[in-house]
Each structure stands twice: as C-alpha cells, then as structure tokens.
T-cell receptor, first 118, second 113 residues
Framework: AQTVTQSQPEMSVQEAETVTLSCTYDTSENNYYLFWYKQPPSRQMILVIRQEAYKQQNATENRFSVNFQKAAKSFSLKISDSQLGDTAMYFCAFIRGVEETSGSRLTFGEGTQLTVNP | DSGVTQTPKHLITATGQRVTLRCSPRSGDLSVYWYQQSLDQGLQFLIQYYNGEERAKGNILERFSAQQFPDLHSELNLSSLELGDSALYFC????????????FGPGTRLLVL
C-alpha cells in the first residue's frame, strides 16, 4: 500500500514571497504519478501540477514548480510570487501507473493549510 | 470549472434515511471516482467505475453503493445514514481508468442530523 505524508499542517507566507510545501511518500512501485491539488475556501479540488515518476525533469506550471527527488521519495511544491488567491489547503497525492482499463485511485496526504498574508 | 458536475450541492437529511448523489463526468471521460472528505478521515477513495463497470473499491461501507450508467453519469447511494456519514462527497473523472489525471467536481455537502 502507498502512503503520502505532509508534515506541515499549516504554513504562512507574505504576499509576493516564495514558499515550499513538503510531501513524502512511500511505495514499492516504480511507475507512478504525483500530484498537487489545492482546495480553497470554496472546497473545490483544483489540480495544480502533475509529475510523472519516469521523468527526471521537474514539472512547472507558471508560478508553481515541484522538486521531485525519486530516490528520497520526496515531492515538494514551490510557489513563487505568492498571491492572496493562493490561500488554500494543499494536498499531495499519489497514483500508481496501471493499464488504461485497470482500477486506480488517488492516495492523498493530510494536507497543508497555506495562508498568504498581505 | 473542471467540467465535472455534481448534484445536489447541499443535502440535509436525518439518520436512517437514504440519499442519492449524482455526478456527470467531463465530456469524453470514461472513468468516474467517488471520494469522501471528512474532518477525521481526510480524503478517502470510495469506488471507481470505468465505462459502466466497477474497477476499484476502497473502504466503502456496505450501506453505500454506486453505479455508472450507459451515458457515463454516476450515482452514489447512501442508505441507513448515520451522523458519521456527514462529509463532503467528491466525484472525479478521468479519460481512462489508469493513471489519467483526475478532475474533481464541486462536491456534495451532506449533513446528517
């Protein structure tokens, strides 16, 4: 079974600064995918970024980037130029690579509540 | 807007009752997932359907059941409701049944009194 751990229940950052959220995972799989989702006060789950384990290059989406360390099983999210709208709960998630028609599921961490202060 | 729709947005009911939550996946997605988010259990996977067939099952209670219809929409049925079933229920969809990115609907907030 896979586990995902987010050791920072809460974090805060000043507007325009950079913040890094940590995530570690445990798996015996070699083929898998990692995600960061954000959940703002509206409670909507919004995809932030996706990383394929077979890719060495770290994924980037605008102000969001990851530091994927496969050997260390670490997957941190860096938010640059933080904005007030980034205030949300951030969830790290894992899914194992499977056949297209096989069953699958996301395994989530406990979440990190990020507050961006003006 | 993810393209995944869920109805109703809110549901208040009493213990012992039965409710049905509905989900329509994004256009072209074949797979539907149901997740439960509660304060004490976090985000938990319940069940997955792919093109009408059950593909994966999580810690779904026997009082809960789901199905996916030929038009690919899905329903989650919750019966004999208990106070502890109060939670936010999410539906997500993906283009395939494997490692495809899952896009979430807005959720249904269930309150059991």
């Amino acid at each position: 079974a896979q586990t995902v751990t987010q050791s920072q229940p809460e974090m805060s950052v000043q507007e325009a600064e950079t913040v890094t959220l940590s995530c570690t995972y445990d798996t015996s799989e070699n083929n898998y995918y990692l995600f960061w989702y954000k959940q703002p006060p509206s409670r909507q789950m919004i995809l932030v970024i996706r990383q394929e384990a077979y890719k060495q290059q770290n994924a980037t989406e605008n102000r969001f980037s990851v530091n994927f360390q496969k050997a260390a099983k670490s997957f941190s999210l860096k938010i640059s130029d933080s904005q007030l709208g980034d205030t949300a709960m951030y969830f790290c998630a894992f899914i194992r690579g499977v056949e297209e028609t096989s069953g699958s599921r996301l395994t989530f961490g406990e979440g990190t509540q990020l507050t961006v202060n003006p | 807007d993810s393209g995944v729709t869920q109805t109703p947005k809110h549901l208040i009911t009493a213990t012992g009752q039965r409710v049905t939550l509905r989900c329509s996946p994004r256009s072209g997605d074949l797979s539907v997932y149901w997740y439960q988010q509660s304060l004490d259990q976090g985000l938990q996977f319940l069940i997955q359907y792919y093109n009408g067939e059950e593909r994966a099952k999580g810690n779904i209670l026997e009082r809960f059941s789901a199905q996916q219809f030929p038009d690919l929409h899905s329903e989650l049925n919750l019966s004999s409701l208990e106070l502890g079933d109060s939670a936010l229920y999410f539906c997500a969809s993906s283009v395939d049944g494997g490692e495809g990115t899952q896009y979430f609907g807005p959720g249904t907030r269930l309150l059991v009194l």
